[in-house]
C-alpha cells in the first residue's frame, strides 16, 4: 500500500544533542510537509518541499533544518534540541499541481514523537 | 488569508446519539475544506473533503459534512456516534486561489470528541 513511513516512531535525544528524524513516501508525491504538534495543540506548518523547492514558514526556529535528497525521502535534522522541541513531528505529503504550488488533500505518517532529557 | 475556528475544544455525547462538531472558516478565494481525525500518538487520517463539489460531502466511518457558504461553516456530523469514534478531530481550510502559496494547510484548534458509554 502506497504510504507516509516515519522513523523512529519514539525518540529520545539530550539537550543539545543533534537529532534527525525521517520519512519517506511511496506515494510519489511532489509536495513533502513537516509539522509539529505539541501536547494538545494542532499542528503546526515548520515547512514544506515542493520537488526540491524549500519553503520555510516565517516563524520556524533555525535551529530546524530540512533536506531532501529525493522525491522519496524528506528529514528533519534539530541542531540543538530544547526542552521546549519535545513534541510530535508529523510528516506529510500531497500531490502539488502542475506548476502552481497548490495546497491539496495532505497525506499524514504516523508521527515521531521526540523526547528531550 | 484563510482561517479555521472549531467553536467547541469537547463534544461528550453517549454512544448511540448524532455528534456535532461545528467548524467556521475565512477564506479570501475559493476554499478547499477537510477534517481529520487523531486517534491518540497517531498521525492525521482524513475523513472527508470539500473541494467545491457537492456542498454535502460524505465520508468515512458514516461522518459526513455540509459546505454553507453564507454561513462560513463546515460542521461535522454522524447520526450514531461509536466508542472508536473518541478522538481529536481537526477542520482544516486551504485556500486554491492565494497565488501559489502552497503554504500548508489551516488548522483549527481541534475538538476533543468524548464518547460516554
Known amino acids: 500500500d502506497a504510504m507516509v513511513i516515519q522513523n523512529p516512531r519514539y525518540q529520545v535525544t539530550q539537550f543539545g544533542k543533534p537529532v534527525t528524524l525521517s520519512c519517506s513516501q511511496t506515494?510519489?508525491?511532489?509536495?513533502m510537509y513537516w509539522y509539529q504538534q505539541k501536547s494538545s495543540q494542532a499542528p503546526k506548518l515548520l515547512f514544506h518541499?515542493?520537488?526540491?523547492?524549500?519553503?520555510n514558514e516565517a516563524d520556524t526556529p533555525d535551529n530546524f533544518q530540512s533536506r531532501r535528497p529525493n522525491t522519496s525521502f524528506c528529514f528533519l535534522d534539530i541542531r540543538s534540541p530544547g526542552l521546549g522541541d519535545a513534541a510530535m513531528y508529523l510528516c506529510?505529503?500531497?500531490?502539488?499541481?502542475?506548476?502552481?504550488?497548490?495546497?491539496?488533500?495532505?497525506?499524514f505518517g504516523p508521527g515521531t514523537r521526540l523526547t528531550v532529557l | 488569508a484563510q482561517s479555521v475556528t472549531q467553536l467547541d475544544s469537547h463534544v461528550s455525547v453517549s454512544e448511540g446519539t448524532p455528534v456535532l462538531l461545528r467548524c467556521n472558516y475565512s477564506?479570501?478565494?475559493?476554499?478547499?475544506l477537510f477534517w481529520y481525525v487523531q486517534h491518540p500518538n497517531k498521525g492525521l487520517q482524513l475523513l472527508l473533503k470539500?473541494?467545491?463539489?457537492a456542498t454535502l460531502v460524505k465520508g468515512i466511518n458514516g461522518f459526513e459534512a455540509e459546505f454553507k457558504k453564507s454561513e462560513t461553516s463546515f460542521h461535522l456530523t454522524k447520526p450514531s456516534a461509536h466508542m472508536s469514534d473518541a478522538a481529536e478531530y481537526f477542520c482544516?481550510?486551504?485556500?486554491w486561489g492565494s497565488g501559489g502559496g502552497a503554504d500548508g494547510l489551516t488548522f483549527g484548534k481541534g475538538t476533543h470528541l468524548i464518547i460516554q458509554p
Open positions: 482544516v481550510v486551504t485556500d
Open positions: 477564506s479570501s478565494y475559493s476554499p478547499s
Open positions: 470539500y473541494t467545491s463539489a
Open positions: 506515494l510519489n508525491h511532489n509536495v
Open positions: 518541499y515542493y520537488d526540491k523547492d524549500f519553503n
Open positions: 506529510a505529503t500531497s500531490r502539488g499541481g502542475g506548476g502552481a504550488k497548490i495546497s491539496d488533500e495532505q497525506f
